[in-house]
């Protein structure tokens, strides 16, 4: 089964800064991805950033690059020069995924979520 | 961007109901998936979709019920809505082969039972 932690319920950022929202995730799959997800107040979840787990370099999306750390499990979202835009909630999910080795095709295709992290820019 | 719409946005509604949330996706996706989601909680996989006529239970047991008749449309229904339904769902997308078959997401329906 697959796990994924968020151990940041809230945090408070001042505008401009840097921010790292912390993800750790747990699977016995070899083949894997990472996303984050930003969902504002209106509900709706936008992709941010997408990490392979055979992927070489660290993810850039624009202002989002992911901090891929694989022998510890972490994949940590970095928002660099925060905006008030940026206060939402911040989910981290994870899949099985076909790769090169030990998909297993079975199951559901669908995410596993962390709880989520409320970012607040405060200007 | 995605193109997926969710209706209705908000549903209030009284013990007993039959309803229907409304899922379609313009984008050709053979994969719909539907989520449900407590306020302040993280997303739950209740239903998913490889294609059409395919159907399948997620992680999270839901007394809901799912077709997909047609590619672009993946309703999802519950024929006595009871409080305990009260929650948001939200429906998703992807395309396989796409980029990390990527899902996106809809606007998401907030029901809420009475």
């Known amino acids: 089964a697959q796990k994924i932690t968020q151990t940041q319920p809230g945090m408070f950022v001042q505008e401009k800064e840097a921010v790292t929202l912390d993800c750790t995730y747990d699977?016995?799959?070899?083949?894997?991805?990472l996303f984050w997800y930003k969902q504002p107040s209106s509900g709706e979840m936008i992709f941010l950033i997408y990490?392979?787990?055979?992927?070489?370099q660290n993810a850039t999306e624009g202002r989002y690059s992911l901090n891929f750390q694989k022998a510890r499990k972490s994949a940590n979202l970095v928002i660099s020069a925060s905006q008030l835009g940026d206060s939402a909630m911040y989910f981290c999910?994870?899949?099985?995924?076909?790769?090169?080795?030990?998909?297993?095709?079975?199951?559901?295709?669908?995410?596993?979520f962390g709880k989520g992290t409320h970012l607040i820019i405060q200007p | 961007e995605a193109d997926i719409y969710q209706t209705p946005r908000y549903l209030v509604i009284g013990t007993g109901k039959k309803i229907t949330l409304e899922c379609s996706q313009t984008?050709?996706?053979?994969?719909m998936y539907w989520y449900q989601q407590d306020p302040g909680m993280e997303l739950h996989l209740i239903h998913y979709?490889?294609?059409?006529?395919?159907?399948e239970k997620g992680d999270l047991s839901s007394e809901s019920t799912v077709s997909r008749i047609r590619t672009e449309h993946f309703p999802l229904t519950l024929e006595s809505a009871r409080p305990s339904h009260t929650s948001q769902y939200l429906c998703?997308?992807?395309?396989?082969?796409?980029?990390?078959?990527?899902?996106?997401f809809g606007p998401g329906t907030r029901l809420t039972v009475l």
């Open positions: 999910a994870m899949r099985d995924e076909p790769g090169e080795v030990g998909y297993s095709g079975g199951g559901a295709d669908g995410l596993t």
């Open positions: 990490q392979g787990s055979y992927d070489q």
């Open positions: 699977t016995s799959d070899p083949s894997y991805g």
């Open positions: 979709s490889y294609g059409v006529n395919s159907t």
């Open positions: 998703a997308s992807s395309n396989t082969g796409g980029i990390a078959d990527t899902q996106y």
């Open positions: 984008m050709g996706h053979d994969k």
